[in-house]
């Protein structure tokens, strides 16, 4: 079973606190990885917020072709920062041999292109840059976004916490928000791109259940967008979702639990907006999600919110502080992290509703 964790947080917060919050955890998950997701960075990337960074794990040939496609295509690396790493066969941690952060500038043809454009050029990067790795085994190329980096690993959580020193707190590495689970994909193949959280085009989802409708969402999300790709985990489809209901059609968020979990037909037939919801269910019916799962996610303007499956089958809690709020599968999760909050303030979501924490902490609660 997985285990997953979200901390967002007023000042910048070291990834320790991500471990802390998933080893309190740890009889819920299977020791298997550990992988994060940093965003609103601080400490040596602050200030870079708005220059893509790349997150990799690679051979030094992988390393060698990415830079090359990336520097042919005009980007040039204005920052590199390696983490100092700190090996020991005591470790229970299956390392590649390089780990890289690499900031970019974009290329000078970008200088007056929107928004929008920039955002489609990182994404055909990242796909080009994967699939240049891909076939020999170089390396895996996680995010190449702005003000994000991404780690995963495969191992002990605790040991590749050692491995990488994050349990040492500094300034150095830092972010306002850390999404992690601990649990590599150990119902198929272990892949490194299978371990969540996932990332695309600035959204962030991760989960803890399954998806019992995976083949159905797999066989529609191939031919809506060439950004939904590897399926190596079936909990991938409902970042894709999150990404189509969102930014290509353009949808408020709650209209993201219509699709995943519609109500039922009876219940559509009594609402206002009965026309709407059974325009969704009619249109949208591959892209709904079955089976036990709890989803935390986040969008690009950083508001995060978690919701559950239509039976409530996954647990999750929200606590939170006046500087913090945290999301966990697990309520120790949270003790372990803000043992001093008012744990009557805590929230337990129900099958229908979708918590959201905007960018000032406020928790709001939406009913479907």
Known sequence: MCRIGAIK???????????????????????????????????????????????????????????????????????????????????????????????????????NATQKEKEELLLDMRLKVRAALEPEDLGFVYSFWPDVVTLKEIG?????????????????????????????????????????????????????????????????????????????????????????????????LPYYKHVITPLAFEEISTREDSEQLMAIRQSLANLEINGPNTIIGLLPDNTMFTCCDAKKLRPVVIGRTADTVAISSEVCGINEILPERDWNTDIYPDEREVVVVDDSLEVIRWKQ
């Open 9 to 111: 947080a007023k000042n910048y917060i070291h990834p320790c606190k991500a471990l802390l919050l998933m080893q309190s955890q740890q009889k819920g998950h299977d020791n298997s990885g550990f992988a994060m997701v940093m965003q609103d960075l601080g400490g040596i990337f602050e200030d870079y917020k708005d220059q893509p960074t790349l997150s990799m794990a690679c051979t030094d040939e992988g390393l060698k072709r990415a830079e090359d496609i990336l520097h042919a295509a005009g980007f040039r690396r204005v920052l590199q920062w390696v983490p100092e790493t700190y090996p020991s066969e005591e470790l229970d941690i299956i390392a590649m041999p390089n780990y890289v952060f690499e900031t970019f500038s974009y290329p000078r043809s970008m200088k």
């Open 156 to 252: 002990n959580p605790h040991d590749i916490g050692k491995y990488f020193n994050l349990w040492q707190e500094d300034d150095n590495f830092t972010a306002r928000i850390i999404t992690a689970q601990c649990r590599q994909n150990t119902n198929y193949d272990i892949v490194r791109y299978a371990a969540h959280p996932f990332f695309l085009q600035g959204y962030t989802v991760l989960a803890n259940g399954e998806n019992t409708f995976y083949q159905k969402n797999r066989e529609i999300q191939r031919k809506l967008h060439r950004g939904y790709i590897g399926f190596e985990s079936d909990s991938q489809c409902f970042l894709y979702t999150l990404h189509y209901i969102h930014r290509q059609l353009g949808w408020p």
